[in-house]
T-cell receptor
Framework: QKEVEQDPGPLSVPEGAIVSLNCTYSNSAFQYFMWYRQYSRKGPELLMYTYSSGNKEDGRFTAQVDKSSKYISLFIRDSQPSDSATYLCAMSARNQFYFGTGTSLTVIP | EAEVAQSPRYKITEKSQAVAFWCDPISGHATLYWYRQILGQGPELLVQFQDESVVDDSQLPKDRFSAERLKGVDSTLKIQPAELGDSAMYLC??????????????FGPGTRLTVL
């Protein structure tokens, strides 16, 4: 079993839709949870990170962590064509990082 | 805003040649990582440095790959000889402190390697 599981998609939504991206994990030692956005042929860009269970909001993005279920989510409200990218979840413990395989998202104008 | 710098951005080489990639982390970041990312997959850790010391190179193919961070600042990753299967994006990332503070990584733009 992989440390981090992420549905690869692809996911295609109309502009303005709410997008939900999810990851599950197996290691209860993970303390930091991150979401990265990666445009084609570019390096991953840190979008959000959280330390504990609960929600964290930044503009149109909300990161949610449920440690009891070992489940994290990223919600994108009012999705825009510029949100079309691959979204990677990542988790860390003791400065070791584990990545999901990424979910490819396309927002159709 | 401080960024992780990498060069070159693109590299095309022939099989059996040597290639080298350079990374300059965000100033003050003690931990530096080299990753390889194949299209459609997440980054795979190759080597992790804490200052100038290697703390994890368990996934580094040591027969052909080497990495160094001599002064604990910038780093070089080398492949010699390159093989067709090495074609991938090579990503460098850094984080502030490997001892439990602000466990968040920042990535550079990557070097896309094509081996012919």
């Amino acid at each position: 079993q992989k440390e981090v599981e992420q549905d690869p998609g692809p996911l295609s939504v109309p502009e303005g839709a709410i997008v939900s991206l999810n990851c599950t994990y197996s290691n209860s030692a993970f303390q930091y949870f991150m979401w990265y956005r990666q445009y084609s042929r570019k390096g991953p860009e840190l979008l959000m990170y959280t330390y504990s269970s609960g929600n964290k909001e930044d503009g149109r993005f909300t990161a949610q962590v449920d440690k009891s279920s070992k489940y994290i989510s990223l919600f994108i409200r009012d999705s825009q064509p510029s949100d079309s990218a691959t979204y990677l979840c990542a988790m860390s413990a003791r400065n070791q990082f584990y990545f999901g395989t990424g979910t490819s998202l396309t927002v159709i104008p | 805003e401080a960024e992780v710098a990498q060069s070159p951005r693109y590299k095309i080489t022939e099989k059996s040649q040597a290639v080298a990639f350079w990374c300059d982390p965000i100033s003050g970041h003690a931990t530096l990582y080299w990753y390889r990312q194949i299209l459609g997959q997440g980054p795979e850790l190759l080597v992790q440095f804490q200052d100038e010391s290697v703390v994890d190179d368990s996934q580094l193919p040591k027969d052909r790959f080497s990495a160094e961070r001599l002064k604990g600042v910038d780093s070089t990753l080398k492949i010699q000889p390159a093989e067709l299967g090495d074609s991938a994006m090579y990503l460098c990332a850094s984080s502030l402190d490997g001892r439990g503070h602000t466990d968040t990584q920042y990535f550079g733009p990557g070097t896309r390697l094509t081996v012919l």
